[in-house]
């Protein structure tokens, strides 16, 4: 349809164009969830939108071991791990999943915990002792990379094979507060503080199954957030830049683009680990500020036919 002319401050000369489709577009957008029992930060998340799993992190003081998991509407609180950890990792799902990694008010540690939807049950430890490190893959076969504590901060690998914990190829940098996900053989890994750049990094990087390589930065550097998603479709949540932000960015697998923002800017959060277009955020700290209980949702632009029945000539 092509309107123009009448009347005007410049009659005759106005032409607007109007275009109609037969697809009605659903922006992406957060809803507020449930809020958790627990407000806490430097904790773990795993799983779905509708089937959710947070675990471990840090009250200030004291360290929890705390499990929640979310069914979409509201968190109910589980049986504890075995032993408390913030700037604890992980990765898995609501049934089966997996924490290593974490620090206490002892030494850090390497110590391995499965999930089975009810309890943890202690596992082999990890080659060596971290936290502040980051997860993926699945609970049988899952990864963990980076970590610290500075100045040995890491850039290695390690692969676990649902018994036991083997060497994997290194990322590119020394690396930690950062986050990664999808399968073991198929990942991403994004953001974080990079000591041998004395910053924080937009870095993105893939992992193979055996070696990592680079891929498109972020926008928006950034440390202590959260993504979930896969290595072609990902969305990338909060973090400090150099305070707690509500920036988020959506993942191809090649390049990153600014999405819709969250409601609350909070770091050291966790959330989701499967999908990029239905996922959720829990938990961190409103830096500076208190630590969180509200959980978020971000469901991903929709499209859809506004008309039942048409045909083409």
């Known amino acids: 349809t092509l309107a123009f002319g009448g009347t005007s401050p410049n009659p005759g000369t106005v032409v607007e164009e109007f275009n109609s489709s037969t697809n009605v577009i659903t922006s992406a957008a957060f809803a507020s969830g449930g809020n958790m029992g627990t407000a806490r930060r430097a904790l773990w998340g795993c799983g779905t939108q509708t089937a959710g799993l947070i675990f471990g992190g840090y009250v200030g003081p004291p360290v929890e071991a705390k499990t929640e998991e979310y069914n979409g509407t509201s968190w109910s609180e589980q049986n504890d791990l075995n032993t408390a950890g913030y700037h604890i990792a992980g990765t898995g799902t609501q049934t089966a999943g997996l924490a290593f990694a974490r620090g206490n008010s002892a030494p850090i540690m390497p110590l391995t915990e499965e999930y089975n939807g009810t309890s943890w049950s202690e596992q082999n430890d990890m080659g060596t002792a971290r936290y502040v490190a980051s997860g993926f893959g699945t609970q049988t076969a899952a990864a963990c990379v980076g970590g610290g504590p500075s100045p040995t901060t890491m850039n290695d690998t390690e692969e676990y094979d649902g018994s036991s914990w083997t060497a994997g190829g290194n990322y590119p940098t020394t690396i930690y507060t950062f986050c990664s996900c999808g399968p073991q053989t198929a990942a991403m890994g994004s953001g974080g503080y990079s000591p041998a750049s004395s910053a924080k990094t937009n870095l993105t990087c893939h992992y193979n199954g055996s070696s990592w390589t680079t891929s498109g930065s972020m926008n928006v550097a950034r440390s202590g957030h959260w993504v979930s998603g896969s290595q072609t ?58 630590n969180s209980t509200a959980t978020e949702e971000f469901t991903g632009e929709t499209s859809a036919t506004n008309i039942t029945d048409f045909t083409t000539s």
């Open 233 to 290: 479709d990902a969305i990338v949540m909060g973090g400090y830049n150099p305070s707690a932000t509500v920036a988020t960015e959506q993942y191809n697998g090649t390049s990153w683009v600014t999405g819709v923002s969250s409601a609350t800017a909070r770091g050291s959060l966790a959330g989701s680990s499967t999908t990029g277009s239905s996922a959720f955020i829990a938990g961190g700290q409103t830096a500076p500020g208190p």
